[in-house]
């Protein structure tokens, strides 16, 4: 069992930054691959960003959103700069127990709660 949540979402203005965590807790970290994800209301769920052994991104917020973790502190964060309003969303981490940084969110174990990320024009 793997316990996840995420901090740091909130409001902020166009071109602004701000820095999302998850904390894990029940297991061993550092061979979990985890994902940051995102559902804006009345879209599906999307892919971010994840991080194994490598890092993958969307085209959407490559260039502009950083994850990284730091496996002492079982932590992933995502850090978002140049955000846009379309960035709005709530932004949910997940964990893959087989260590797959991939794109496709069903094949992701367990999820947080997720974050409210909301950019203003």
């Known amino acids: 069992q793997v316990q996840l949540v995420e901090s740091g979402g909130g409001l902020v203005q166009a071109g602004g930054s701000l820095r999302l965590s998850c904390v894990a807790s029940?297991?061993?970290?550092?061979?979990?691959?985890m994902g940051w994800f995102r559902q804006a209301p009345g879209k599906e769920r999307e892919f971010v960003a994840a991080?194994?052994?490598?890092?993958f991104y969307s085209d959407s917020v490559k260039g502009r959103f950083t994850i990284s973790r730091e496996n002492a502190k079982n932590t992933v964060y995502l850090q978002m700069n140049s955000l846009k309003p379309e960035d709005t969303a709530i932004y949910y981490c997940?964990?893959?127990?087989?260590?797959?940084?991939?794109?496709?969110?069903?094949?992701?174990?367990?999820w947080g709660p997720g974050t409210q990320v909301t950019v203003s024009s």
């Open positions: 997940a964990a893959n127990l087989k260590g797959q940084a991939i794109v496709t969110p069903t094949r992701y174990d367990y």
């Open positions: 029940g297991r061993t970290f550092s061979s979990v691959a």
């Open positions: 991080i194994s052994w490598t890092t």
